[in-house]
């Protein structure tokens, strides 16, 4: 696992090659390749997964194309959303039409038949679509043989899972969750976005923190409500403007869920 490159990477090296789950951002993609230059030599790219589309985990993109990488594998809708130019309000930017080398190439609708699975230098590799999680496009990966998924987006560590999708802004996540942990067993480590590898009971106990929150009709109901904090007036700001901020109480959930999550599962980091 790399940490530090935008999102979180994950790379499986085998001997006949690298197989990747997301490029991080396109800031850190020039130490990205010279991380993977130093670790694996030239060995060729033989798959990158893109969990979704966004910037922290498809930045990198570009430049593992141009290292050179045979698939590139993602739902759908994240090829969709690579492949034209549009406009986001509430971040009121807009977002480039990416290079034809770095969209995706082999990529899978939600009506398909699911898990996918694949074989990559002798290891099985089964990956599908995770809904009404974190954009219409999630891929978790699941590597079952180091028992570890790759999660992307949908689960969170390091900052307050807020929805970008206003598909899923009231569900904070909560059906991302839920197949997440029905694929897991009490010793997967789950791979969020950014931050430290998560225990499937953590990423549990997350689970039921969010759903209590996000559906949190009297604010005193919870320790940062009692302290004064407007939690239903930040929820609805939330579901307006779809922010990534922090709530009081998600803060707090996620440091005791940082504490308890598993370290040292980490292969590389940078
Ligand atoms: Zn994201």
């Known amino acids: ?14 001997p006949e090659g690298l197989l990747l789950v997301d490029s991080g951002s396109a800031e850190r ?14 060995a060729p790219i033989g798959v990158l997964f893109n969990t979704h589309w966004h910037l922290e985990h498809t930045g990198g993109n570009d430049a593992i194309a141009a290292r050179g990488v045979k698939t590139i594998v993602a739902h759908e809708n994240t090829r969709l959303w690579m492949s034209t130019k549009f406009y986001v309000e509430w971040e009121d930017k807009y977002y480039q039409r990416r290079a034809p080398a770095s969209r995706p190439n082999k990529t899978f609708f939600t009506s398909d038949k699911q898990p996918f699975e694949l074989t990559f230098g002798g290891e099985r590799v089964v990956y599908g679509q995770l809904t009404e999680a974190h954009t219409d496009g ?3 990966v699941h590597l079952p043989e180091h028992n570890v998924i790759v999660a992307g987006g949908a689960v969170t ?10 598909r899923a802004a009231g569900s904070a996540h909560g059906g991302g969750d839920a197949e997440l942990i029905g694929l897991a067993d009490a010793s997967t480590l789950i791979i969020p976005d ?10 549990k106990r997350r689970s039921r923190c969010c759903r ?3 559906s949190a009709s ?8 009692r302290r004064g904090h407007d939690c239903r007036g930040y929820y609805e700001g939330v579901r307006r403007a779809l922010q990534r901020r922090f709530c009081t109480v998600h803060h707090q959930c996620l440091s005791e869920h940082v504490v308890e999550s598993t370290p040292g599962h980490r292969g590389i980091e940078d």
Request: net charge positive; aromatic share 4%; hydrophobic share 35%.
């Open 157 to 166: 560590a390091a900052r307050y899972p807020c929805s970008t999708t206003s």
């Open 1 to 14: 696992m790399v940490t530090g490159a935008g999102g979180n990477v994950v790379v499986l090296a085998k």
């Open 29 to 42: 993609a020039a130490d990205l390749v010279g991380l993977l230059g130093q670790k694996f030599g030239a």
């Open 212 to 214: 209590r929150c996000a």
């Open 194 to 203: 950014v931050g430290p590898p998560q225990s499937a009971p953590t990423s």
């Open 138 to 140: 999630d891929v978790y």
């Open 218 to 225: 009297k604010p005193s109901r919870c320790r940062a409500g």
